[in-house]
C-alpha cells in the first residue's frame, strides 16, 4: 500500500524546536518531490515547503512563512523526509501533513499522510 | 487572505449540479495549472482534480474542472450526500514563488 505516515509532533514553546519526520511506503520514495502542508485548527491548507527529488537536484522551496526557520531534507536511503523547525510561534500550531507530488504534475499532491499535530504554546 | 479567492459556501439537493469558482491573477492560475481537493471531516485533503481538468483514478467523473484565464471551476454534477466536504483550489505562484491554496468552499448537501 502507497502511504506516508508523519510522527513527532506534539507540544513546545515558543522559540523552541521540533523534528517532524515523514515515512514513505509502497513506492520508490526517492523518486518523487515530497511537500510539507499545514492546517491550523479551523483553517484551510497552507503549504510550507518542497524538497525535490534528487533529479531535479534534491533543492528545496519554502513559503515565506517559514523561510529561515524551517529546512526540510530527506533521506532516499530511509525513504524518510524531514521537516526540522526552528524558532517556534504559536502561530505555527496546525496539523502538519506530508504530502508526494504527483508524476503527472508536480505541483499536485496525490498522497497525503494521516497528519501529525504541533501545538506552540506556553 | 489568500491570492485565490473561492466562495465560503455553496449548497444544493440531491441530483443537482454545484460549480465552485476559484479566481486568481496571472502569476498563478493564468500561468500555472490548478488543482482541486475535497477534505472531509477530521480527515486529511483528498486530490481530486490535477491539471486543471484530469482526474485520478478513482475520482468519480461526477466531478470536473475547467479553467480559462485567471479563473478555474469544480463543477459537481449529480450531486450526492457523501459529496458535503471542503473543497480547496491550489495552483503555484510565480511572484510569490510558493504554492498558493484558496480560502475554501464549504459544500452542503441540502
Known amino acids: 500500500e502507497v502511504q506516508l505516515v508523519e510522527s513527532g509532533g506534539g507540544l513546545a514553546q515558543p522559540g523552541r524546536s521540533l523534528r517532524l519526520s515523514c515515512t514513505a511506503s509502497g513506492f520508490t520514495f526517492g523518486d518523487y518531490a515530497t511537500n510539507w502542508v499545514r492546517q491550523a485548527p479551523g483553517k484551510g491548507p497552507e503549504w510550507v515547503g518542497f524538497?525535490?527529488?534528487?533529479?531535479?537536484?534534491?533543492?528545496?522551496e519554502y513559503a515565506a512563512s517559514v523561510k529561515g526557520r524551517f529546512t526540510i531534507s530527506r533521506d532516499d536511503s530511509k525513504s524518510i523526509a524531514y521537516l526540522q523547525m526552528n524558532s517556534l510561534k504559536t502561530e505555527d500550531t496546525a496539523v502538519y501533513f506530508c504530502?508526494?507530488?504527483?508524476?503527472?504534475?508536480?505541483?499536485?499532491?496525490?498522497?497525503w499522510g494521516q497528519g501529525t499535530m504541533v501545538t506552540v504554546s506556553s | 487572505q489568500s491570492v485565490l479567492t473561492q466562495p465560503p459556501s455553496a449548497s444544493g439537493t440531491p441530483g443537482e449540479r454545484v460549480t465552485i469558482s476559484c479566481s486568481g491573477s496571472?502569476?498563478?492560475?493564468?500561468?500555472?495549472?490548478v488543482n482541486w481537493y475535497q477534505q472531509l471531516p477530521g480527515t486529511a485533503p483528498k486530490l481530486l482534480i490535477y491539471s486543471n481538468n484530469q482526474r485520478p483514478s478513482g475520482v468519480p467523473d461526477r466531478f470536473s474542472g475547467s479553467k480559462s484565464g485567471t479563473s478555474a471551476s469544480l463543477a459537481i454534477s449529480g450531486l450526492q450526500s457523501e459529496d458535503e466536504a471542503d473543497y480547496y483550489c491550489a495552483a503555484w505562484d510565480d511572484s510569490l514563488n510558493g504554492l498558493e491554496f484558496g480560502g475554501g468552499t464549504k459544500v452542503t448537501v441540502l
Open positions: 496571472s502569476s498563478n492560475i493564468g500561468s500555472n495549472t
Open positions: 524538497i525535490r527529488n534528487k533529479v531535479f537536484g534534491g533543492t528545496t
Open positions: 504530502t508526494r507530488g504527483s508524476r503527472l504534475d508536480v505541483d499536485a499532491f496525490d498522497i
